[in-house]
Structures are given as structure tokens and as C-alpha cells.
């Protein structure tokens, strides 16, 4: 079946530094999205990706849509305090037969 | 808009017992997804529903079952509780556009944490 490899699995920063998440897959998606898990709560979308190449901003966050349909990024810029979560990556191979796939998550941790 | 509710947010059950869970998807939309998401293992894909038919399951056994009603609610049993099935389930809606899975992204509720002992 299809793998979606997240990395890192967690990551501890200081606030105001950047954070850079990445997923890849082992088979190529037409669509992929990233959500960020708080405790106790669902996952919520921060932004989703349609095209190849495609470059997406909400905010301090910035994803890209891997050119070759096998990978995407997840950027935080200036990290604050609430950033703290698991973020996802989750990806769709196209076609009526449904198959969203998550990544294993990515857990940050920002120190004030 | 309301968003997706699940209910209960904790259920407690004992091995070899049944569990149901409920879940509302946000209004217009038709399908509802089921994940599991235990500790440490990310969102496992359980079960999609939509129209009230059953569309697609993961790799989970039988006694994980569920059935969507007309108003586009859904509800998932699980059967002969194990301690392994402890988790939290996430329920999550889309819209669909001419009946096919177009990438619509899912939103989630925030789940109900099965816990059994």
C-alpha cells in the first residue's frame, strides 16, 4: 500500500526560529494537505495543495506541492508559543475510489 | 457553520463488550470518514461512508462496522471490544462533487477517546 514517510518525528525549538517539515511517498499524489493536531482536539486543516509545483502561503505557514508529485514541505516562519502540536501531512491519489493517506506526524515543541 | 460533533468524548468499556460512536458531519456535506488514531501510530483509515452507503474500509477486522442515516450522521460500532482498541476516533466530512472523491479536504471533530479495560 502506499507509505507517506514524515520526518522529522518531533522537533524542539526556540521561538522565532523556522521550522521545515517534510513527507514523502513512495507513489505520487494528485493532492496533498496539512493539518495541525492540538491535545485533546481533531485535526485542523492549515492548507491544501492541488497542483505540482504549487507554492502555498496561510500566514507564517508555507507548503509546496513537490514537482515531482512524491513530496511536500511545511514551513513555520518566526515560531511562537502556539505552534506547540502535531502536524500532519496527508495526501490523495487521485480517483473515486478513496485513499487519503497521513503521515506519522510531526510533534514541535517551542520554548518560550 | 457548526462543524463536525462527535459523541460521546470519552466512553469507557470493558473487553468483549460493544462500543458506538457518533458523529454529525458539517451541514451540506454527504461523506463521513472514521480514523483510528492510537498512541504513536497516526490516523489509520477506518471507514468512509457516503449517500448511507459504505464506499471504502482499511485494514481493520469485521467487527469494526458502521452505518451512515439519511441526515448524513453516521455511527461506528466496534464488536468484542480488545484492549487494543483503545484510541481516540476521529470522525471527519467532506463534500463530494459528482460523487467522486475529488481531494476535498477532510475537517475533522475533535473525537471520541475510547478507552477499554
Known amino acids: 500500500g502506499q507509505q507517506l514517510n514524515q520526518s522529522p518525528q518531533s522537533m524542539f525549538i526556540q521561538e522565532g526560529e523556522d521550522v521545515s517539515m517534510n513527507c514523502t511517498s513512495s507513489s505520487i499524489f494528485n493532492t496533498w494537505l496539512w493539518y495541525k493536531q492540538d491535545p485533546g482536539e481533531g485535526p485542523v486543516l492549515l492548507i491544501a495543495l492541488y497542483k505540482a509545483g504549487e507554492l502555498t502561503s496561510n500566514g507564517r505557514l508555507t507548503a509546496q506541492f513537490g514537482i515531482t508529485r512524491k513530496d511536500s514541505f511545511l514551513n513555520i516562519s518566526a515560531s511562537i508559543p502556539s505552534d506547540v502540536g502535531i502536524y500532519f501531512c496527508a495526501g490523495h491519489s487521485g480517483g473515486s475510489n478513496y485513499k487519503l493517506t497521513f503521515g506519522k506526524g510531526t510533534l514541535l515543541t517551542v520554548n518560550p | 457553520e457548526a462543524g463536525v460533533t462527535q459523541s460521546p468524548t470519552h466512553l469507557i468499556k470493558t473487553r468483549g463488550q460493544q462500543a458506538t460512536l457518533r458523529c454529525s458531519p458539517i451541514s451540506g456535506h454527504t461523506s463521513v470518514y472514521w480514523y483510528q488514531q492510537a498512541l504513536g501510530l497516526g490516523l489509520q483509515f477506518l471507514l468512509w461512508?457516503?449517500?448511507?452507503?459504505?464506499?471504502n474500509r482499511g485494514n481493520f477486522p469485521p467487527r469494526f462496522s458502521g452505518r451512515q442515516f439519511p441526515n448524513y450522521s453516521s455511527e461506528l460500532n466496534v464488536n468484542a471490544l480488545e484492549l487494543e482498541d483503545s484510541a481516540l476516533y476521529l470522525c471527519?466530512?467532506?463534500?463530494?462533487?459528482?460523487?467522486?472523491?475529488?481531494?476535498?479536504?477532510?475537517?475533522f471533530g475533535n473525537g471520541t477517546r475510547l478507552t477499554v479495560t
Open positions: 461512508y457516503d449517500e448511507g452507503e459504505e464506499r
Open positions: 471527519a466530512s467532506s463534500p463530494l462533487r459528482q460523487g467522486k472523491f475529488s481531494g476535498s479536504p477532510l475537517h
